[in-house]
T-cell receptor, first 115, second 112 residues
């Protein structure tokens, strides 16, 4: 079945630094990738949708200059949290849409802690 | 307004018992409905995918039902195990598969 690899699984960084999270589709081509944020005991909140080779579409309230998304190939999308602050601490999850059958597969998530 | 509502919000059952989780949606145009299991600190894992014409689909001890007329789905878990403790999320895909809406999930706790 479709597999999405997300790295790192956990990261701790200092305030003011930037953190990059990678999302890779291992055995299929993902024309569209999604980035979500999840707070404890809350549902997934869509942050942005990215299509290969084009600019990401951000949800209302999500700062595009703070959460940089790059989808340079059909198998890789990255989310960079720039100038991270403690309030950016959260669980970030990516998902990839299979271009053939529109399946949605999720990565295993990244726990970001900003200290 | 497109919405997905799940009930109950949380549920505690004894190991070995059965349970049923509910999902009601008001999403159009409907493409398919998916149930995911999300363990704490992990990404969601797909359990079942159901299209408009499917009424029932099973995956081991998980059985999902769909009534497209009443826009209701259920996930039945048989002979629960401790490892079933997780959040179960109902997701409705619409607009020809290009958009999706998440329910808030049901948190299931299975105790021994």
């Amino acid at each position: 079945g479709a597999v999405v690899s997300q790295h790192p699984s956990r990261v701790i960084c200092k305030s003011g630094t930037s953190v990059k999270i990678e999302c890779r589709s291992l055995d299929f081509q993902a024309t569209t990738m999604f980035w979500y944020r999840q707070f404890p005991k809350q549902s997934l909140m869509l942050m942005a949708t990215s299509n290969e080779g084009s600019k990401a579409t951000y949800e209302q309230g999500v700062e595009k200059d703070k959460f940089l998304i790059n989808h340079a190939s059909l198998t890789l999308s990255t989310l960079t949290v720039t100038s991270a602050h403690p309030e950016d601490s959260s669980f970030y999850i990516c998902s990839a849409q299979d271009s053939l059958n529109y399946g949605y597969t999720f990565g295993s998530g990244t726990r970001l802690t900003v200290v | 307004k497109n919405q997905v509502e799940q009930s109950p919000q949380s549920l505690i059952i004894l190991e070995g018992k059965n349970c049923t989780l509910q999902c009601n949606y008001t999403v159009s145009p409907f493409s398919n409905l998916r149930w995911y299991k999300q363990d704490t600190g992990r990404g969601p894992v797909s359990l079942t995918i159901m299209t408009f014409s499917e009424n029932t689909k099973s995956n081991g001890r998980y059985t999902a039902t769909l009534d497209a007329d009443t826009k209701q789905s259920s996930l039945h878990i048989t002979a629960s195990q401790l490892s079933d403790s997780a959040s179960y999320i109902c997701v409705v895909i619409y607009q020809a598969g290009t958009a999706l809406i998440f329910g808030k999930g049901t948190t299931l706790s299975v105790s021994s």
